[in-house]
């Protein structure tokens, strides 16, 4: 488990952001740091303690202009691609044990009506210290936009302002498993191997999908699972 997470975007060869989803990605990572929606993580511990959920914990960006490979589909080549990226840059921004890097890839580098938001681990080997030590947790996260209504356009709110309803709601779902459960699935999931954020998709009862104000503005968010509450939260004392 990350218990001092630190949070990393790469823009990966952006050329242009018609949506605007780097503005409004970057608000919501610095508003959820420290935030009680985020508080739910910190329930979970591993032998080191338990997880924290300080402010700032969105340390910086990178804009990679490097090419990407055309798009292949999704699979063994597709998770090889985003985990060499993954560790170019945790060698950019210098290693460290609790940080995250959520990989965002340009607009129109997916097939239309695709919305990739999956996280993984992978090794850098260039770090002392065996696995452990050389872990490297990576989100990688489509142009959301660039798929509409099929990625969740207006999930929570109507018209210009839940154009990027989806892109709050992936990312927070992503950070938070990572957070908990960042070299899938050796931290936190339940005995099907779902994480706090796939256990309250579409979770009964009140909207599992809400607006959630934040320093930096109202966003839409999921909730996310508390195992001591045994149920889907929105924020946590």
């Not at 949070?7 to 060869?13: D, S």
């Not at 985990?83 to 097939?111: C, I, M, Q, T």
């Not at 992503?174 to 931290?187: I, K, L, Q, R, Y």
């Amino acid at each position: 488990m990350l218990r001092y997470p630190r949070i990393y975007v790469v823009y990966w060869n952006w050329t242009s952001d018609p949506a605007g989803e780097r503005p409004y990605l970057e608000k919501f990572l610095n508003g959820i740091s420290g935030s009680p929606w985020l508080n739910a993580v910190t329930e979970y511990y591993d032998t080191t303690g338990h997880i924290t959920n300080s402010s700032h914990q969105f340390k910086g960006t990178w804009s990679d202009p490097s090419a990407l490979p055309p798009f292949p589909s999704q699979g063994a080549t597709t998770d090889a691609l985003f985990a060499a990226e993954a560790v170019r840059a945790s060698n950019h921004f210098g290693y460290d044990k609790n940080s995250l890097y959520l990989l965002a890839e340009p607009h129109g580098y997916e097939p239309q009506g695709s919305c990739t938001a999956y996280h993984d681990s992978t090794v850098n080997w260039n770090q002392p210290g065996a696995t452990t030590k050389g872990a490297v947790p990576y989100i990688v996260f489509s142009y959301i936009s660039d798929g509409g209504a099929t990625c969740g356009q207006n999930e929570v709110n109507p018209g210009t302002a839940g154009l990027l309803d989806q892109v709050s709601i992936l990312a927070g779902h992503e950070v938070a498993e990572t957070v908990t459960d960042p070299f899938p699935v050796s931290g936190w999931a339940d005995v099907n191997d779902l994480e706090i954020g796939d256990l309250c998709e579409g979770s009964s009862g009140a909207p599992y999908e809400v607006n959630q104000k934040f320093s930096t503005g109202t966003f839409a968010v999921q909730r996310l699972y508390s195992n001591a509450r045994g149920g889907c939260v929105l924020s946590t004392p």
